[in-house]
Each structure stands twice: as C-alpha cells, then as structure tokens.
C-alpha cells in the first residue's frame, strides 16, 4: 500500500461512514431461534449491600463500591460492569444470548434467556437456561428471578442498530446508569430492546485479528514510504489501534456477533430511536459509532430471533473486512454496556438490601436447641443454628415489628423446650395465639391454659399478699410494692402511703414483718388465713390517710386518687382471681407446660400489675429450689415493656412518677438477672425495644432480631449486636421468620430462617374449646381454689348471683353492716335478743334486692361475708378456723 493508496474511503469503511445495511434478498439464510429453543427468565429485583450507590464511578453491584475498590477488572476509565462476567461463562460453552429491556407505561421489564439456532437438540437449550440462572446468582447477593414466556409478539415499528456502544459512569447526582435514563425518560410509553449475541467462533477473530494487523502493517509503511506526515494515516492507525485492542480482549472474554431491535409505537419509536443513540454512543464508540436505522423488517426479525446471516464481502479497499452487515462484532466487556440491569430502583425492577451478617454458626453438641437455618446472602443454606439449654439461662430478648415471625420463633423454641422434658410459663398479655400449642402432638394433653380474668374460661386466684413458705415477709413485701410502682402511675406522697398501709395490714394479720414470724400462727394451721387481702389493703388506707394529718382537701385527693387504683383490682373477673386469701398453688403452674392469657384484663396497668405477680411468685419459688447450672424452666414474657419499660423516654409523666417508677423496673431487671443462677430461663418478647428499660437489651445473652424499622430501635439493637450501620439498615427488609441472632462467642450476628411452626388465626382454639379441654384432662380448675373471693365458701360457689349481690351490699351501705353488728352484739348480751331482732336485716336489704334474686339465699350469703367483716375488725388475725356465723334465729324469716 502507497500512501496514495490510503483514502477516506479506507477511514470511512472502518468507521462504516455511509454505510446502511443491505436489503436481504428474497431467500437469504437467517440464523433464527424457533420458540421452542428459547429460554427467558424476567429478572425483577437485585440485592446488593447498599440500596444506592455512593460513588459516581461506576459501582460493582454487589458492593454498591467504585470498580477499583470492589477488584473487579478496570478498564482505562475503570468502568467494567459485572454482567460481562455472564457474558464470558456463557461463551465459554457458545451459548447464545437474549436480552429485553423495555417498558409498559409506569412500569420497567428486563429479561433475559438462551436460544439456539434451529435444529439444534432441546435438552441443550434447557442445559443452557440452567448456565444461565446459575451465572446470574454470582453477579449479585441477591437476585429475584421467575420463568417468562420465551414468546415476543411483533410491534408496530422497529429499528436496526449497529455500531460500538460506551459504558457510561453513573450520574454524579442521584447515581443513574443509562438504562436508568431511558426508563427516566420513556416510562410513561411501551418500548422494548432486544438484544441477540451469538458467539462468534475464535477462528473467526483470530483471523480477523491477523487482518487488522497486516492492514496496520501496511498503513505504517506507506507512511514511512511517503516521507511526510499524515493526518488520515495517523488517525486511520488509531482507529486500528482501538479495534486492534478491542480484538485482544475478544480473545481473553468472548466475542458476539451482536443484533440490536429496538421495538415501539408510533408514539414511542421515535423517542426511542433518537435516545438510544445519545445514551450508548460515547468517546469509547469507536472505531464504529453508534447508528439506528428504521426498517420495516425488524418487528419480523425481532419476533423470530433472528438475525440475517451475512454475504460476502467484496467491497474492503485493504486487508480488514468488515464480518457481518447486519450485526456488530462486540466484546464482552462491549456487550456488556448494552447487557446490564438499572443502577437504580424503578417500578418493575427492585433493588432491595441484602443483610452482610456472618455466616459460620458457633459449634454446639447434640442437646441443643435448633433456632433455624443459616442464610448466606438471602439463599436458606441446610447449615443449622443451635443454642445450649444452658445459655437460655443467661435469657433471651426477641424483637420485631408485628407480623415478623416473633411468635413463631417462641413457639419453635418452646415446642422443642417441651421434647428436652423441661416445663415453660408464658405470660401473654395481648391476644390468644399461645393456646393454639394444643395442637402439638407432644403438648396437647399436658398444656395448661389459664384465663385470669376471665372467669368464664379457665380461671385462677392470685393472692397478692400471700407469702411462699422459706420466703421473708419483708422481702416479699419490698416486691409486692415494686410490683404496684411499675405498675401505677403514683405521684408523692402516695407510693409512701402505699408502702405504709402495706405494712399496717400484714402487722393486723399478726405478722412481726422484723422478725418474720406471726403470733397466731400455728405451726400446722392454714398459712392462708393469715394474709391479708385487697379488701384489707383498701380498708386501711381509708383509716390511715385521714391520720397523716394532711388539710381535709389533700386528704380527700390522696384517698380518692389511691382508693379508685386499689378498687379497680377488685372488680370484675380480676376482682374474684385477685381479692382472694387462697392462690392456685405456683408449683401447679411451674411443673407444666402453661399459657396465662391476660387478654381478659382491658387495662394495661391492670396487665402489667399481674405479670409482676407471677414474676416475683416465680422468683420467690426458685430461691427456695437452689442454685443450679442446669435450665430447669423457661419463663416467657410477651410484650415485656408493660413490666419493664423504658422509664428514661417520654411517658407523659412528671420526674417524681418516672423516678418510681424507674426504681420499681430496675428491681424486676435484677430480680430476672438473678433466677438465672437458679436454672429458670427468660425469653423476653417486644415488638419495640426503645420502650424497655435498656438492662433487658444489654443483658439478655441470646438476642433475635425480627424486622425492624424505627431508626432508633435499630440503633438500639445494633449497638448491643456488634452490629454494624449497614447490617441494622438490613434489618428494615427482612422476611417473616428471618431473623438476626446474636449471642457471646460470636463478633456479629448471624441469619438465620426459623421454620413455620405457629399456625394462623384459623388454628385458634376458641374459649369453649379450651375449656373443655381442661375440664376432659383434669388440669387444676378445682372448685376450692376459685372461689369469688376470699371469704366464701360453697355456698357462694351454688349461688354466685347471692354472693355478688351481698358483697356489693356490704361495700355500698354501711346501714347493712351496722345492722348486723346490733343484732349479733345484742345476741350475744341477751338471750331470746335473736329473735326478736333479726327482722331488721331483712328489712335493711330488702329495698335493695333484685326481685328474681331469691331472699334467703342473699340472706345467708350475706350473713356469711358479714361475719368474716365483723370478726376481722373486732379481732384481726384469726389465723385459725373460719369464723362461724351467729346462730340463726328461729323465726321463719332466718337463713
């Protein structure tokens, strides 16, 4: 070659200067992918570890990071996307690709698939879909794939692009990639892209290659030979130069020969057409820019996957020739600017946070517990997450917003707690869902479920003030009065009051709170008789306020302000289970599996006032058992934060009620720290962990983290997690029953998938059916122990309405008490004083009395209550037999 030789047409033939792709003959050979031979797959989301890119270099998709940082493999911008890494596993087995990209008005689509020409065997095309998925789990923590129908209808109009597309950086601003822009701009139009590569053999480029590298030759030596400079010379070398480099990489990562279809309306195309080649078309187009033409056969091509095969090519003016007419000749790294997904998230196409949690759990024996499975990157693994029954001693906190999975995790635990033999006690303030464990084969005849309450279901007694033998009055009295402090809002000076008349009524009931002992008690009588009761406890608050020598005004507030919390525990269902002196036995509720539903008391105070019974009744029974590594029952408490809140955050309360409130909260934290050295395990539930006193966070050994999105909660558990911001972001897209879990040994949490175990609120036993249950197995609901309060006996049981209406007569008019004291005082002083005086009573209550309510029965039920009244104010403490009631009259009018 002279340098004469070298012409334009030499730069023009390289750079394809107008050039337009030849007609097809009527019978020209077409590389065409039958339906049956394609495979596509819609990819709807990615995961990455952060949600958006930080950079504005190009970002690795599975950091969210700068190429250069994430060590993928730079160009000379540093810009290579990973897809290219499909596109080299694909062509090492020269399986071709599809890819869509488009959109419906509102809404984005990608696809992606395999194809084959026609005549090659099915089983491959499978094979090759199967390649496919395989390689786009590599590209990504996370990626959301579903199959789509391989079939593509034909569109209105279509265009031809040929040519060698740049791979732009995101955007500086808001991190866009260019097919974010195309979405940004045609999102409200119907388009699509698609993309056929087929592998172009490596015989072809290397001879390719050998061309442009003779034609290099001669263009050098015409230069040389000519002496001078020249302009066209060097930039044609340069041109060379770019493809001659391109073909090098083609030879280490693929080659494709490369059809681009881009498909629209009348209304889209022309958007499409215009905006396709300002997006792709870049300073690295070379030595072919990028060129859309409109032909009429590209809906059919496109339709058909085909691509028209090429002739011949006769009119090269040197060595190189161009391969095909119709197609370009792309590299992977080349193709990969057209193949990849958006940068950003768009209706369509989700970009979610996949959580960089650890991944190895801490080694266990064969006791342990099962939590769930490991998952690595959003893929459930077969690797098991186990926890030692021992560490359960040292307590368990489990969060999460509602609906995550926090139930179902507690059922899991406790199902495989019942198969070790262990007993568990759940304390369920809220809503029935732990009666539905009736359904477990192992625990459906051994499951107790009581309604405190509730008294038309299964219900208990609970006595307040009733002292389990080896336990200090004084001690239990210090957790009785924490137990109203976090419970009720007080302000000073009530709680001092309280704590006063708490001392005043065990001291009439013949307690030396000092000393611990009781003068008349005996060593076999009924240690029951000799507590007081809520009835008592109100009794002296009324007689002890008025002497604290406050103004009549202040007196009167400070009665009614303590009186009404103190009568709100006795009335109703709650009023019968806790006014009472005999309490269902706590060893008839710890040496069985139990489920309390509170549901059954309306008032959160009310809630938080009976689980820091049990709590303390539980504490109280297990320092009389011993010390003990071994876990010997598993306490679980839900919706903790009403016993032990968080009393440091905003309560709508002043400082003095916080201040004892907050003491009364760190005497149940350390009252749970220390029964671990007992054998007796804690899970505590909450669905907000900022609401509980931030011990319970700190110190619990085994954390599970459910979903999570309130900012401040996650800091709070990221904080007590080792984890980092990143890892507690992650937590806001949890699944339900994917869970964080966190415990000592380990420098960051684990995930972990806990298996279904709980089922829906289908599966509910309903009341009746638990009461029959009980009732059928003859778990502890005996007559004796739930009396209606605490100084009836049967015959209140054969006649509640009796018992009820008496109760509320004595409370309500004191003419009814006074009555009966004259009659019983005057019979004591005088014989015969009996009869002639009973009459009174009668009259007393019968204004009064309902008219279906039969009179004598009221008559003895309220002449038994009336009794117990009169013999405890004349003579406290008859810690001894039931007082009997005056002997009954011989009028026809007595009971």
Same mark, same amino acid.
């Given at each position: 070659m002279a340098i004469d030789d070298l012409t334009a047409g030499n730069l023009d033939y390289l750079e394809r200067s107008g050039f337009e792709p030849p007609r097809p003959a009527p019978g020209a050979r077409l590389?065409?992918?039958?339906?049956?031979?394609?495979?596509?797959?819609?990819?709807?989301?990615?995961?990455?570890l952060e949600k958006r890119p930080r950079s504005p270099a190009y970002p690795d998709h599975r950091t969210g990071l700068p190429d250069? !940082?994430?060590? @993928?493999?730079?160009?000379?911008?540093?810009?290579?996307?990973?897809?290219?890494?499909?596109?080299?596993?694909?062509?090492?087995?020269?399986?071709?690709?599809?890819?869509?990209?488009?959109?419906?008005?509102?809404?984005?689509?990608?696809?992606?698939?395999?194809?084959?020409?026609?005549?090659s065997p099915a089983s491959t095309a499978d094979c090759n879909g199967q390649l496919l998925q395989s390689a786009l789990h590599t590209l990504y923590p996370a990626v959301d794939l579903r199959e789509d129908d391989p079939a593509t209808g034909p569109w209105p109009l279509g265009g031809l692009v040929m040519g060698i597309p740049t791979l732009k950086p995101p955007d500086t601003a808001d991190g866009a990639a260019q097919f974010d822009r195309l979405l940004r701009a045609l999102h409200h139009l119907r388009w699509t892209a698609l993309i056929l590569a087929q592998p172009a053999d490596e015989a072809l480029v290397h001879d390719l290659k050998l061309r442009l590298i003779n034609e290099m030759r001669a263009a050098q030596t015409a230069t040389k030979l000519g002496g001078a400079p020249s302009p066209l010379a060097d930039h044609y070398l340069q041109l060379l130069g770019a493809q001659l480099k391109a073909f090098t990489d083609a030879q @280490?990562?693929?080659?494709?020969?490369?059809?681009?279809?881009?498909?629209?309306?009348?209304?889209?195309?022309? !958007?499409?057409?215009?905006?396709?080649?300002?997006?792709?078309?870049?300073?690295?187009?070379?030595?072919?820019?990028?060129?859309?033409?409109?032909? %009429? +056969?590209v809906p059919t091509l496109a339709s058909d996957w085909a691509m028209i095969d090429p002739t011949g090519d006769t009119d090269a003016p040197g060595h190189y020739r161009q391969p095909f007419q119709h197609q370009t000749l792309l590299t992977s790294t080349q193709l990969a600017a057209y193949v990849h997904f958006p940068n950003l998230e768009t209706n369509g196409f989700g970009i979610t946070q996949v959580p960089d949690l650890d991944t190895v759990p801490p080694p266990t024996d064969s006791s342990a517990l099962g939590l769930g499975t490991v998952v690595e990157r959003q893929r459930a693994t077969t690797t098991a997450y186990g926890i030692g029954p021992r560490k359960l001693t040292r307590h368990t906190f489990v969060t999460g917003t509602t609906g995550s999975g926090k139930t179902n995790t507690v059922f899991h635990l406790l199902q495989q707690i019942h198969d070790l033999g262990l007993p568990f006690l759940v304390l369920e303030p809220a809503k029935t869902e732990y009666r539905a464990l009736l359904h477990h084969s192992r625990l459906e005849t051994r499951l107790q479920i009581y309604t405190p309450g509730n008294e038309t279901v299964c219900p208990l007694r609970l006595n307040p003030f009733e002292v389990l033998a080896g336990t200090p009055v004084a001690v239990h009295l210090d957790l009785l009065r924490s137990v109203f402090h976090a419970s009720f809002g007080m302000w000073t000076p009530l709680p001092q009051i309280l704590e006063a008349a708490l001392h005043a009524v065990y001291s009439d009931r013949g307690w030396d709170i000092t000393t611990d002992t009781n003068r008349r008690l005996d060593s076999d009588a009924d240690r029951s008789q000799a507590f007081p009761t809520l009835t008592d406890l109100v009794a002296k608050v009324e007689t002890l306020i008025p002497q604290l020598g406050y103004e009549d005004k202040v007196t009167g507030d400070l009665r009614a302000a303590l009186t009404t919390r103190l009568d709100g525990l006795r009335t109703g269902g709650k009023g019968r289970m806790l006014d009472t002196r005999r309490s269902t036995p706590i060893e008839v509720l710890l040496t069985q599996p139990t489920v309390l539903e509170l549901e059954g008391m309306g008032d959160d105070d009310d809630k938080a006032f009976m689980m820091g019974l049990f709590v303390i009744r539980l504490a109280e029974h297990r320092r009389t058992q011993g010390d003990t590594e071994d876990l010997r029952h598993l306490l679980v408490v839900e919706e903790a934060h009403r016993l032990l809140a968080n009393t440091t955050s905003p309560r709508?309360?002043?400082?003095? !009620?916080?201040?004892?409130?907050g003491k009364a909260v760190e005497t149940f934290t350390n009252l749970l720290s220390e029964v671990?050295?007992?054998?007796?395990?804690?899970?505590?539930?909450?669905?907000?962990?900022?609401?509980?006193?931030?011990?319970?966070?700190?110190?619990?050994?085994?954390?599970?983290?459910?979903?999570?999105v309130a900012g401040d909660d996650r800091e709070t558990l990221a904080a007590s997690m080792g984890m980092t911001s990143l890892q507690s972001t992650a937590l806001t897209t949890l699944p339900i029953g994917r869970a964080a879990v966190f415990t000592d040994g380990e420098d960051s949490p684990l995930l972990i998938q806990v298996p279904q175990t709980k089922g829906g609120t289908?599966?509910?036993?309903?009341?009746?059916?638990?009461? +029959?249950?009980?009732?059928?197995?003859?778990? %502890?609901?005996?007559?004796?122990?739930?009396?209606?309060?605490? %100084?009836?006996?049967?015959?209140?049981?054969?006649?509640? %309405?009796?018992?009820?209406?008496?109760?509320?007569?004595?409370d309500d008019d004191p003419r009814v008490m006074r009555t009966?004291?004259?009659?019983?005082?005057?019979?004591?002083? @005088?014989?015969?004083?009996?009869?002639?005086?009973?009459?009174?009573?009668?009259?007393?209550? !019968?204004?009064?009395?309902?008219?279906?309510? +039969?009179q004598q029965a009221l008559l003895a039920c309220l002449v038994h209550h009336a009794a117990h009244r009169l013999a405890d104010s004349r003579a406290p403490a008859p810690a001894g037999p039931t007082p009997k009631p005056p002997r009954s009259p011989t009028s026809s009018t007595a009971p």
């Open positions: 590389t065409q992918a039958p339906v049956e031979l394609r495979t596509l797959i819609c990819v709807t989301g990615i995961g990455r250069g !940082e994430a060590g @993928s493999l730079p160009r000379d911008d540093g810009t290579v996307p990973i897809t290219r890494d499909v596109l080299a596993a694909l062509y090492t087995y020269k399986v071709p690709l599809a890819f869509l990209a488009g959109a419906e008005p509102g809404r984005a689509c990608f696809r992606i698939g395999t194809w084959l020409p026609a005549g @280490s990562t693929g080659a494709w020969r490369t059809a681009v279809y881009l498909l629209g309306d009348a209304q889209s195309y022309p !958007e499409l057409a215009s905006l396709w080649r300002g997006v792709f078309s870049g300073d690295r187009s070379l030595p072919e820019p990028i060129r859309v033409w409109d032909r %009429d +056969d709508g309360v002043d400082e003095g !009620e916080a201040d004892v409130r671990r050295a007992y054998g007796q395990g804690v899970v505590i539930v909450d669905q907000v962990p900022t609401k509980l006193a931030s011990d319970v966070v700190k110190n619990t050994n085994l954390k599970i983290a459910h979903r999570i289908g599966t509910w036993p309903t009341h009746a059916e638990v009461r +029959d249950y009980m009732a059928h197995h003859g778990l %502890d609901t005996r007559a004796d122990r739930l009396l209606p309060s605490a %100084d009836c006996d049967q015959r209140c049981q054969t006649a509640p %309405d009796a018992c009820r209406t008496a109760r509320a007569q004595l009966l004291a004259r009659i019983v005082f005057s019979a004591v002083q @005088s014989r015969g004083a009996l009869d002639r005086t009973w009459a009174e009573l009668p009259a007393t209550i !019968e204004p009064r009395r309902p008219r279906w309510l +039969d």
